[in-house]
Protein backbone atom coordinates (compact mmCIF):
# COMPACT_ATOMS: atom_id res chain seq x y z
CA UNK A 1 0.00 0.00 0.00
CA UNK A 2 1.41 3.62 -0.96
CA UNK A 3 1.48 5.90 1.68
CA UNK A 4 1.72 9.71 0.97
CA UNK A 5 2.79 11.88 3.83
CA UNK A 6 1.93 15.38 3.28
CA UNK A 7 3.20 17.75 5.73
CA UNK A 8 2.63 21.91 6.68
CA UNK A 9 5.36 22.80 8.85
CA UNK A 10 5.02 26.30 9.37
CA UNK A 11 6.08 28.47 12.21
CA UNK A 12 5.09 32.19 12.82
CA UNK A 13 7.30 34.67 13.43
CA UNK A 14 6.51 38.54 13.68
CA UNK A 15 7.73 41.84 15.25
CA UNK A 16 6.36 42.19 18.71
CA UNK A 17 3.81 45.27 19.69
CA UNK A 18 2.95 46.88 22.28
CA UNK A 19 -0.18 49.25 22.18
CA UNK A 20 -0.37 51.45 24.70
CA UNK A 21 -3.39 52.23 26.87
CA UNK A 22 -3.30 55.35 27.03
CA UNK A 23 -3.93 58.14 24.61
CA UNK A 24 -0.91 60.19 23.28
CA UNK A 25 -0.85 62.49 20.91
CA UNK A 26 0.51 61.90 17.74
CA UNK A 27 4.14 61.94 16.52
CA UNK A 28 5.55 63.68 13.97
CA UNK A 29 6.60 61.76 10.78
CA UNK A 30 10.59 60.85 11.05
CA UNK A 31 12.71 61.36 8.24
CA UNK A 32 13.21 57.69 6.49
CA UNK A 33 17.24 57.15 6.02
CA UNK A 34 19.38 55.68 3.45
CA UNK A 35 22.73 54.96 4.10
CA UNK A 36 25.91 53.67 1.77
CA UNK A 37 29.06 53.44 2.49
CA UNK A 38 32.14 52.14 1.34
CA UNK A 39 36.17 50.98 2.94
CA UNK A 40 38.60 50.09 2.02
CA UNK A 41 42.34 50.22 3.51
CA UNK A 42 43.55 53.99 2.31
CA UNK A 43 39.77 55.94 2.69
CA UNK A 44 36.82 55.49 3.82
CA UNK A 45 33.44 57.40 2.50
CA UNK A 46 30.21 57.36 4.19
CA UNK A 47 26.82 59.43 2.66
CA UNK A 48 23.90 59.57 4.07
CA UNK A 49 20.54 61.16 2.39
CA UNK A 50 17.09 61.62 4.66
CA UNK A 51 13.83 62.90 3.29
CA UNK A 52 11.42 64.27 6.17
CA UNK A 53 8.49 65.91 6.53
CA UNK A 54 8.11 68.95 8.87
CA UNK A 55 4.35 69.92 10.74
CA UNK A 56 3.93 73.46 12.87
CA UNK A 57 0.98 73.96 14.65
CA UNK A 58 -0.06 70.51 13.65
CA UNK A 59 -0.29 71.46 10.03
CA UNK A 60 2.05 69.80 8.35
CA UNK A 61 3.88 71.53 5.52
CA UNK A 62 5.15 70.16 2.21
CA UNK A 63 7.81 67.58 2.34
CA UNK A 64 11.66 69.62 2.84
CA UNK A 65 14.74 67.57 1.50
CA UNK A 66 17.58 67.51 4.20
CA UNK A 67 20.71 65.90 2.76
CA UNK A 68 23.97 65.20 4.54
CA UNK A 69 27.28 64.05 2.56
CA UNK A 70 30.11 63.30 4.62
CA UNK A 71 33.40 62.21 3.14
CA UNK A 72 36.34 61.06 5.77
CA UNK A 73 39.54 60.31 3.71
CA UNK A 74 42.93 59.70 4.92
CA UNK A 75 44.03 62.87 3.47
CA UNK A 76 40.82 64.83 4.48
CA UNK A 77 37.44 65.71 5.53
CA UNK A 78 34.58 67.03 3.72
CA UNK A 79 31.17 67.46 5.17
CA UNK A 80 28.08 69.36 3.02
CA UNK A 81 24.65 69.68 4.16
CA UNK A 82 21.52 71.08 2.62
CA UNK A 83 18.30 71.48 5.15
CA UNK A 84 15.67 73.93 6.69
CA UNK A 85 16.95 77.51 7.03
CA UNK A 86 15.73 76.96 10.49
CA UNK A 87 18.49 74.97 11.96
CA UNK A 88 20.74 78.41 10.90
CA UNK A 89 20.87 79.58 14.63
CA UNK A 90 20.99 76.71 16.51
CA UNK A 91 24.15 75.61 13.97
CA UNK A 92 25.85 79.07 14.68
CA UNK A 93 25.49 78.71 18.10
CA UNK A 94 26.91 75.04 17.85
CA UNK A 95 29.90 75.95 15.83
CA UNK A 96 31.08 79.36 17.45
CA UNK A 97 30.79 77.25 20.66
CA UNK A 98 33.37 74.71 19.36
CA UNK A 99 35.74 77.14 16.64
CA UNK A 100 35.20 80.26 18.40
CA UNK A 101 35.34 83.57 16.44
CA UNK A 102 39.03 84.31 16.18
CA UNK A 103 38.96 83.30 12.34
CA UNK A 104 35.30 84.09 11.41
CA UNK A 105 34.24 86.83 8.75
CA UNK A 106 30.47 87.77 7.72
CA UNK A 107 28.92 88.93 4.57
CA UNK A 108 26.08 89.24 3.38
CA UNK A 109 24.56 86.84 5.93
CA UNK A 110 26.95 84.22 5.05
CA UNK A 111 29.30 82.81 8.19
CA UNK A 112 33.27 81.89 6.64
CA UNK A 113 35.33 80.44 9.78
CA UNK A 114 38.96 79.55 7.65
CA UNK A 115 42.38 78.79 8.75
CA UNK A 116 45.21 78.95 6.10
CA UNK A 117 48.92 77.98 6.84
CA UNK A 118 51.37 79.41 4.25
CA UNK A 119 49.58 78.91 0.74
CA UNK A 120 47.55 75.95 1.88
CA UNK A 121 43.84 76.49 3.65
CA UNK A 122 44.26 74.16 6.51
CA UNK A 123 40.23 74.21 7.37
CA UNK A 124 36.94 76.31 6.21
CA UNK A 125 33.69 76.18 7.42
CA UNK A 126 31.27 78.37 5.59
CA UNK A 127 27.34 78.54 6.68
CA UNK A 128 24.59 80.28 5.08
CA UNK A 129 20.94 79.93 5.21
CA UNK A 130 19.89 76.22 4.49
CA UNK A 131 23.87 74.91 3.64
CA UNK A 132 26.47 74.30 5.52
CA UNK A 133 29.65 73.30 4.34
CA UNK A 134 32.93 71.60 6.52
CA UNK A 135 36.57 71.17 4.76
CA UNK A 136 39.95 69.86 6.57
CA UNK A 137 43.42 69.14 5.09
CA UNK A 138 44.24 66.49 7.05
CA UNK A 139 48.10 66.82 6.23
CA UNK A 140 47.97 70.97 7.39
CA UNK A 141 45.31 70.74 10.29
CA UNK A 142 46.79 68.73 13.57
CA UNK A 143 45.32 65.66 14.67
CA UNK A 144 43.56 67.38 17.76
CA UNK A 145 42.04 69.72 14.94
CA UNK A 146 40.69 67.16 12.45
CA UNK A 147 39.05 65.70 15.82
CA UNK A 148 37.71 68.71 16.38
CA UNK A 149 35.71 69.71 12.94
CA UNK A 150 34.61 65.23 12.62
CA UNK A 151 32.86 65.89 16.14
CA UNK A 152 31.61 68.87 15.61
CA UNK A 153 30.29 67.47 11.40
CA UNK A 154 28.92 64.15 13.63
CA UNK A 155 26.74 67.25 16.05
CA UNK A 156 25.95 69.46 13.38
CA UNK A 157 24.90 66.30 11.45
CA UNK A 158 22.12 65.03 15.04
CA UNK A 159 20.98 68.77 14.77
CA UNK A 160 19.88 68.75 10.88
CA UNK A 161 18.67 65.27 10.77
CA UNK A 162 17.26 64.98 14.77
CA UNK A 163 19.33 61.74 14.98
CA UNK A 164 22.40 60.28 16.32
CA UNK A 165 24.69 58.02 14.31
CA UNK A 166 23.02 55.18 16.51
CA UNK A 167 19.53 56.22 15.96
CA UNK A 168 20.68 56.44 12.26
CA UNK A 169 22.58 52.47 12.16
CA UNK A 170 19.18 51.40 14.61
CA UNK A 171 16.82 52.89 11.56
CA UNK A 172 18.96 51.01 8.98
CA UNK A 173 18.97 47.80 10.72
CA UNK A 174 15.00 47.93 11.12
CA UNK A 175 14.99 48.76 7.91
CA UNK A 176 16.37 45.72 6.33
CA UNK A 177 14.30 43.49 9.71
CA UNK A 178 11.06 45.09 8.12
CA UNK A 179 12.01 44.57 4.53
CA UNK A 180 12.86 40.70 4.96
CA UNK A 181 9.77 40.37 7.24
CA UNK A 182 7.59 41.30 3.61
CA UNK A 183 9.81 39.59 1.64
CA UNK A 184 9.36 36.32 4.08
CA UNK A 185 5.72 37.11 4.46
CA UNK A 186 5.28 37.20 0.48
CA UNK A 187 7.22 33.54 0.13
CA UNK A 188 4.48 32.46 2.75
CA UNK A 189 1.36 33.76 0.74
CA UNK A 190 3.45 31.49 -2.54
CA UNK A 191 3.70 28.59 -0.41
CA UNK A 192 0.09 28.83 0.57
CA UNK A 193 -0.94 29.60 -3.44
CA UNK A 194 1.10 26.62 -4.25
CA UNK A 195 -0.45 24.05 -1.33
CA UNK A 196 -4.01 25.13 -2.48
CA UNK A 197 -3.28 24.48 -6.27
CA UNK A 198 -1.22 21.36 -5.35
CA UNK A 199 -4.75 20.14 -3.53
CA UNK A 200 -7.20 21.25 -6.44
CA UNK A 201 -4.56 19.22 -8.73
CA UNK A 202 -4.60 16.62 -6.20
CA UNK A 203 -8.65 16.73 -6.69
CA UNK A 204 -8.29 16.52 -10.41
CA UNK A 205 -6.09 13.44 -10.26
CA UNK A 206 -8.56 11.74 -8.52
CA UNK A 207 -11.69 11.98 -10.28
CA UNK A 208 -9.39 10.81 -13.75
CA UNK A 209 -8.58 7.82 -11.46
CA UNK A 210 -12.35 6.68 -11.41
CA UNK A 211 -11.85 6.39 -15.22
CA UNK A 212 -10.82 3.34 -16.92
CA UNK A 213 -9.43 4.72 -19.94
CA UNK A 214 -5.47 5.01 -20.58
CA UNK A 215 -5.80 8.07 -21.52
CA UNK A 216 -7.19 9.42 -17.75
CA UNK A 217 -5.25 7.22 -16.22
CA UNK A 218 -1.94 9.31 -18.26
CA UNK A 219 -3.39 12.20 -17.04
CA UNK A 220 -4.08 11.71 -13.65
CA UNK A 221 -0.61 10.24 -13.13
CA UNK A 222 0.53 13.68 -14.83
CA UNK A 223 -1.63 15.46 -12.50
CA UNK A 224 -0.58 13.54 -9.36
CA UNK A 225 3.51 14.18 -10.64
CA UNK A 226 2.53 17.91 -10.53
CA UNK A 227 1.02 17.97 -7.19
CA UNK A 228 3.85 16.28 -5.91
CA UNK A 229 6.11 18.83 -6.91
CA UNK A 230 4.51 21.56 -6.12
CA UNK A 231 4.08 20.19 -2.65
CA UNK A 232 8.11 19.83 -2.22
CA UNK A 233 8.28 23.61 -3.78
CA UNK A 234 5.28 24.77 -1.10
CA UNK A 235 7.39 22.82 1.33
CA UNK A 236 10.93 24.46 0.40
CA UNK A 237 9.45 27.83 0.49
CA UNK A 238 7.56 27.57 3.85
CA UNK A 239 10.67 26.31 5.61
CA UNK A 240 12.33 29.65 4.26
CA UNK A 241 9.86 32.13 5.29
CA UNK A 242 9.88 30.11 9.01
CA UNK A 243 13.53 31.12 9.34
CA UNK A 244 12.75 34.63 7.68
CA UNK A 245 10.12 35.61 9.87
CA UNK A 246 6.73 34.57 7.17
CA UNK A 247 3.39 33.75 9.72
CA UNK A 248 0.66 31.02 7.92
CA UNK A 249 -2.16 32.28 7.80
CA UNK A 250 -3.21 29.36 9.52
CA UNK A 251 -1.40 29.55 12.24
CA UNK A 252 -2.63 33.31 12.83
CA UNK A 253 -5.85 31.88 12.88
CA UNK A 254 -5.07 29.36 15.27
CA UNK A 255 -3.56 31.76 17.89
CA UNK A 256 -6.87 33.82 17.88
CA UNK A 257 -8.95 30.51 18.69
CA UNK A 258 -10.16 29.38 22.13
CA UNK A 259 -9.23 25.97 21.86
CA UNK A 260 -5.11 26.74 21.82
CA UNK A 261 -5.27 28.86 25.14
CA UNK A 262 -3.46 27.88 27.49
CA UNK A 263 -3.94 28.43 31.91
CA UNK A 264 -1.06 27.54 33.49
CA UNK A 265 -1.91 25.88 36.46
CA UNK A 266 0.48 25.28 39.52
CA UNK A 267 0.69 21.58 39.14
CA UNK A 268 1.12 21.38 35.24
CA UNK A 269 4.80 19.69 36.08
CA UNK A 270 3.06 16.54 37.85
CA UNK A 271 0.97 15.87 33.91
CA UNK A 272 2.70 17.73 31.30
CA UNK A 273 6.32 19.15 31.16
CA UNK A 274 5.52 22.25 28.30
CA UNK A 275 4.39 25.00 30.74
CA UNK A 276 7.62 24.42 32.89
CA UNK A 277 9.71 24.59 29.96
CA UNK A 278 7.99 27.63 28.45
CA UNK A 279 8.98 29.56 31.54
CA UNK A 280 12.14 29.13 31.89
CA UNK A 281 12.40 29.21 27.63
CA UNK A 282 11.02 32.76 27.83
CA UNK A 283 13.11 33.71 30.75
CA UNK A 284 16.11 32.88 28.85
CA UNK A 285 15.60 34.38 26.15
CA UNK A 286 14.50 38.19 27.93
CA UNK A 287 18.07 37.49 29.86
CA UNK A 288 19.75 37.00 26.35
CA UNK A 289 18.25 40.12 24.93
CA UNK A 290 16.86 37.67 22.00
CA UNK A 291 13.63 38.95 22.39
CA UNK A 292 11.65 41.81 24.14
CA UNK A 293 8.86 40.75 24.95
CA UNK A 294 7.05 37.24 26.26
CA UNK A 295 3.93 38.39 24.36
CA UNK A 296 4.81 36.68 21.06
CA UNK A 297 7.34 34.67 20.49
CA UNK A 298 8.18 32.24 17.53
CA UNK A 299 10.79 29.35 17.90
CA UNK A 300 11.60 26.77 14.84
CA UNK A 301 13.95 24.34 15.65
CA UNK A 302 14.95 21.92 12.30
CA UNK A 303 18.05 20.33 11.01
CA UNK A 304 19.79 23.52 10.24
CA UNK A 305 19.37 25.45 13.29
CA UNK A 306 17.39 27.24 16.04
CA UNK A 307 15.51 30.84 14.89
CA UNK A 308 14.33 33.00 17.34
CA UNK A 309 11.64 35.73 15.72
CA UNK A 310 13.43 35.30 12.58
CA UNK A 311 17.12 34.86 13.86
CA UNK A 312 19.38 32.13 13.63
CA UNK A 313 20.63 31.80 16.79
CA UNK A 314 24.95 31.63 17.27
CA UNK A 315 26.23 28.15 18.38
CA UNK A 316 26.79 28.75 21.90
CA UNK A 317 22.86 29.73 22.27
CA UNK A 318 21.39 27.10 20.56
CA UNK A 319 23.79 24.70 22.59
CA UNK A 320 22.47 26.24 25.54
CA UNK A 321 19.02 25.70 24.70
CA UNK A 322 18.87 22.43 23.52
CA UNK A 323 20.26 21.70 26.74
CA UNK A 324 17.59 23.36 28.09
CA UNK A 325 15.08 21.77 26.26
CA UNK A 326 16.81 17.68 26.89
CA UNK A 327 16.88 18.54 30.49
CA UNK A 328 12.83 18.36 30.11
CA UNK A 329 12.46 15.33 27.74
CA UNK A 330 12.91 16.93 24.80
CA UNK A 331 15.50 14.95 22.10
CA UNK A 332 17.95 16.57 20.25
CA UNK A 333 16.29 15.48 17.07
CA UNK A 334 12.91 16.55 17.65
CA UNK A 335 12.12 19.37 15.42
CA UNK A 336 9.01 21.75 16.30
CA UNK A 337 7.90 25.04 15.90
CA UNK A 338 6.43 27.24 18.98
CA UNK A 339 4.31 29.93 18.88
CA UNK A 340 2.98 32.04 21.10
CA UNK A 341 0.59 34.86 20.79
CA UNK A 342 -0.29 36.55 24.61
CA UNK A 343 -1.65 33.32 26.28
CA UNK A 344 -2.40 30.86 22.94
CA UNK A 345 0.25 28.64 21.62
CA UNK A 346 0.99 25.88 18.60
CA UNK A 347 3.69 23.59 18.64
CA UNK A 348 3.82 21.72 15.19
CA UNK A 349 6.54 18.52 15.24
CA UNK A 350 8.43 17.86 11.82
CA UNK A 351 6.73 14.84 10.27
CA UNK A 352 6.59 11.95 12.40
CA UNK A 353 5.97 8.39 11.47
CA UNK A 354 4.20 6.57 14.33
CA UNK A 355 5.39 2.95 13.82
CA UNK A 356 6.98 2.63 16.96
CA UNK A 357 5.02 4.94 18.99
CA UNK A 358 1.88 2.72 17.56
CA UNK A 359 3.92 -0.60 18.12
CA UNK A 360 4.42 1.12 22.26
CA UNK A 361 0.84 2.45 22.41
CA UNK A 362 -0.86 -1.70 21.36
CA UNK A 363 1.43 -2.85 24.38
CA UNK A 364 -0.10 -0.67 26.69
CA UNK A 365 -3.35 -1.10 25.95
CA UNK A 366 -3.88 2.17 24.61
CA UNK A 367 -5.38 1.03 20.83
CA UNK A 368 -5.21 -2.27 19.47
CA UNK A 369 -3.69 -1.56 15.64
CA UNK A 370 -3.48 1.44 13.24
CA UNK A 371 -6.84 0.26 11.90
CA UNK A 372 -8.55 1.51 14.73
CA UNK A 373 -10.56 4.65 14.67
CA UNK A 374 -8.88 6.34 17.40
CA UNK A 375 -9.02 10.54 17.86
CA UNK A 376 -7.22 11.86 20.88
CA UNK A 377 -7.26 15.15 22.34
CA UNK A 378 -3.95 15.67 23.69
CA UNK A 379 -4.21 19.23 25.11
CA UNK A 380 -1.63 18.78 27.83
CA UNK A 381 -3.12 19.35 31.08
CA UNK A 382 -6.10 16.93 29.90
CA UNK A 383 -6.43 14.17 27.45
CA UNK A 384 -9.59 12.87 25.69
CA UNK A 385 -9.72 9.73 24.01
CA UNK A 386 -12.77 9.34 21.54
CA UNK A 387 -14.68 11.99 23.73
CA UNK A 388 -13.56 10.20 27.50
CA UNK A 389 -11.44 12.27 29.36
CA UNK A 390 -8.45 10.24 30.87
CA UNK A 391 -7.30 10.34 34.37
CA UNK A 392 -4.93 12.73 35.83
CA UNK A 393 -2.39 9.72 36.46
CA UNK A 394 -3.10 8.15 32.69
CA UNK A 395 -2.37 11.47 31.16
CA UNK A 396 0.79 12.21 32.82
CA UNK A 397 1.47 8.82 32.12
CA UNK A 398 0.50 9.01 27.90
CA UNK A 399 2.25 12.38 27.97
CA UNK A 400 5.52 11.51 28.52
CA UNK A 401 4.88 8.25 26.34
CA UNK A 402 4.24 11.01 23.22
CA UNK A 403 7.52 12.77 24.09
CA UNK A 404 9.17 10.14 24.15
CA UNK A 405 8.59 9.83 20.19
CA UNK A 406 8.76 13.79 19.75
CA UNK A 407 5.19 14.42 20.13
CA UNK A 408 5.00 17.65 22.41
CA UNK A 409 1.21 18.09 23.81
CA UNK A 410 -0.43 21.72 23.78
CA UNK A 411 -4.08 23.08 24.45
CA UNK A 412 -5.85 22.31 20.86
CA UNK A 413 -3.45 19.41 19.02
CA UNK A 414 -4.96 16.05 17.92
CA UNK A 415 -3.61 12.53 16.85
CA UNK A 416 -6.20 10.41 14.77
CA UNK A 417 -6.01 6.96 13.98
CA UNK A 418 -8.33 7.23 10.71
CA UNK A 419 -9.14 3.78 10.80
CA UNK A 420 -7.70 2.92 7.13
CA UNK A 421 -4.33 2.97 8.31
CA UNK A 422 -3.82 6.56 8.06
CA UNK A 423 -3.27 9.10 10.82
CA UNK A 424 -2.94 13.00 11.56
CA UNK A 425 -0.66 14.74 14.01
CA UNK A 426 -1.30 18.26 14.51
CA UNK A 427 -4.64 20.88 14.22
CA UNK A 428 -7.52 20.18 12.47
CA UNK A 429 -8.57 23.09 10.26
CA UNK A 430 -11.67 20.99 9.05
CA UNK A 431 -12.79 17.54 7.82
CA UNK A 432 -10.23 18.43 4.68
CA UNK A 433 -7.63 20.58 6.03
CA UNK A 434 -5.30 19.88 8.82
CA UNK A 435 -1.96 21.65 9.76
CA UNK A 436 1.03 19.67 11.40
CA UNK A 437 1.50 15.85 10.02
CA UNK A 438 -1.26 14.02 7.71
CA UNK A 439 -0.04 10.33 6.74
CA UNK A 440 -3.28 8.54 4.71
CA UNK A 441 -3.14 5.56 2.42
CA UNK A 442 -3.22 5.70 -1.64
Known amino acids: MKT??????????????????????QTPKTPNVQVSQHSD???TTTSTSYNTSVSTDGVEDQNQNVSVSVSNTNHSYSFRARYSGAKDQELKELIIKEMGTNNLTTSNGKLKWSLTSGNEDVYEIELRKGKLTMEVDKNSASPSLVEKIVNLGKSAKTIITGKSEANIEAEKLQREADRLKREADRMQREADRMKREEERLQREADRLNRSHTSVYEKDAERFTQEAKKLTSEAAQLTEEARHRGGVSSNIK?????????????SSSKETWVWPTVQKELITSLLSDKLITSEATVHLTRDASGMYINGEKLKETNERKYSALFLKYGIAKNNYFSFDKSQNHIVIINEPIRLDELVNELKTVGFIRSVNDKVSIELNGYTMIKNGASLTPEKVS???????????????????EFMGNGGYKIGYSLGPKSHIGTWVFPN
Open 253 to 265: NLLNEDRTRLEVR
Open 41 to 43: TSK
Open 397 to 415: KYNALFLKHNIIAAPGKII
Open 4 to 25: IVIAVLSISIYICSIAATAQTP
